[in-house]
């Protein structure tokens, strides 16, 4: 009897459950992996096609063969043309694949963290407090021309910071997830009140502006401001990677977890820190984006059929910045001087997809 126990003793309780989960992630990978390749491979060949169509597509319709040649530094048949692909289109689709790619990672990151599906950006009150800072510039001094601009980008830099840093405070003095999710609810519903409240004593004018910036865009982000949004969102990304692991962890719930040597807490506010400077720095840019952050990663999951983060996360990324292309393209109207709510057309595409989910689990 000694002889059969004795053996599991000097081994830690970790090390055989560690060994059986990378034995089985391996075997999850192993009929995938040259699917999940060419799965890849698609993805990026459409969104690089997606990404040519929203250059080429607007209220003026430009050749793909004048947008190729634009691209690659050669001059166009139309001066104009030339202007409106690289002022006006590249930096929008630039920016609306970097934003879809943060924001989806950041709801991928969230619902493993949270083990809830409809786990956002937005759970945390991390876009509250962007929406609180923007708002105290935009209602008090104005947003107008670009010193107003990049006001509004560093209040509500600010106000995500610091709603992050609030979030970071409670995640190490409770331990439960649901606790942590239900704080970012009330925090979420605070900053709203006090913003509601703003609202109120506002003249009609500055509430129009407000309004405008809370619809979303991709539009407002300038060449100058490029960079620290890249370099931002690049960081956000490339950390992600790191997550992979803890994240396949968390899935076999927090106990489990704890069991194999994971610290919950450390894990919690390094997700937090990771989400929130990938969903602060794109609300405090572009608007609070709806959707997104909630929508691809279960169309992620869908597609690919597997919960391994060590594929999920370059696959959401690229569907992110896929659907971000698609969306913003809708909202310019092709053909068309109209410019339509950008969080309008995203709830749009965002809404049916998640039902269509739901109803697809529910049959199973």
Known sequence: MANKIYPLKPRSTKAPIISYINKLSLQK????????????????????????ASLALGSVAIPLTEVLNIL???????????EIILNF???????????????AISGLQLQALFRNPLAGPSVLGINAGASLGAALIVLTVGSGGLWGQLNVVGAASLG?????????????????SLALLIFGLMLGYVTTALVTILLHFSRLEQTLAYLNWTFGSF???TWQQMPILLSVVSIGLLTSQLTCKP??????????????GLSITAVRCYLIVSASLLAGSITAFCGPI???????????????????????????????????????????????????????????????????????????
């Not at 990978?29 to 040519?52: A, D, E, Q, R, V």
């Not at 968390?250 to 194999?260: K, P």
């Not at 919960?307 to 990324?317: E, M, Y």
């Open 160 to 176: 995500a910071a610091i709603a992050m840093l609030l979030v970071l405070l409670i995640a190490r003095q409770v331990r439960s």
């Open 72 to 82: 690659l530094g050669g001059t166009a048949t139309k001066p104009a043309w030339q």
């Open 247 to 260: 994240l396949n962890l968390l899935l076999l719930g927090e106990q489990q977890a704890i069991s194999l």
């Open 219 to 221: 539009s407002g982000v």
């Open 290 to 364: 709806a959707f997104l952050g909630v929508a691809v990663p279960h169309l992620g999951r869908s597609l690919f059929r597997t919960q391994d983060h060590r594929i999920l996360v370059p696959v959401v990324a690229l569907l992110g910045a896929m659907l971000a292309l698609v969306a913003n393209s809708i909202a310019q109207v092709p053909g068309s001087q109209t410019i339509l709510p950008l969080n309008a057309v995203m709830a749009l595409l965002g809404a049916p997809v998640i039902i269509w989910l739901m109803l697809k689990r529910s049959n199973h």
């Open 29 to 52: 990978l192993k009929p995938l992996s040259t699917n999940y390749l060419t799965g890849l491979t698609l993805l990026s060949i459409t969104l690089l096609i997606t990404f040519l």
């Open 89 to 103: 289109r590249l930096p929008r689709s630039l920016t609306a694949m970097t934003a879809g790619s943060a924001l």
